[in-house]
């Protein structure tokens, strides 16, 4: 069973930053992954993604400009960089992964625990 390990959350400032990590046990290369996050109370939310290849990205709106996603496959990692935080953004971060690119953020076949980022001062 494939299941990512995510990394990196913690409390941070408005205006901060923190970087994202999320890390599977092999052959990452070949999965595309998103960075999903559920906020209190609300339902899950796809942030950003990522195509296997590394060569496309995408992001909701209200991330665009301040959030970055990437990847080293020769790690077995993406990461999510995440700058200008807002209280908003507050959440648990899931990293998810699958075989097929394009899938809606409910859909991803493997997911990790999750790791939680709060944005508060």
């Known amino acids: 069973q494939l299941q990512p390990v995510e990394s990196g959350g913690g409390l941070v400032q408005p205006g901060g930053s923190l970087r994202l990590s999320c890390t599977a046990p092999?052959?990452?290369?070949?999965?595309?992954v998103g960075w999903v996050r559920q906020a209190p109370g609300k339902e899950r939310e796809g942030v950003s993604c990522i195509t296997s290849g590394g060569g496309s990205t995408n992001y909701v709106d209200s991330v665009k400009g301040r959030f970055t996603i990437s990847r080293d496959d020769a790690k077995n990692t993406v990461y999510l960089q995440m700058n200008s935080l807002k209280p908003e953004d507050t959440g648990v971060y899931y990293c998810a992964l699958d075989p097929e690119d394009g899938v809606t953020a409910d859909k991803y076949d493997y997911w990790g625990q999750g790791t939680q980022v709060t944005v508060s001062s």
């Open positions: 092999q052959l990452l290369e070949l999965y595309a």
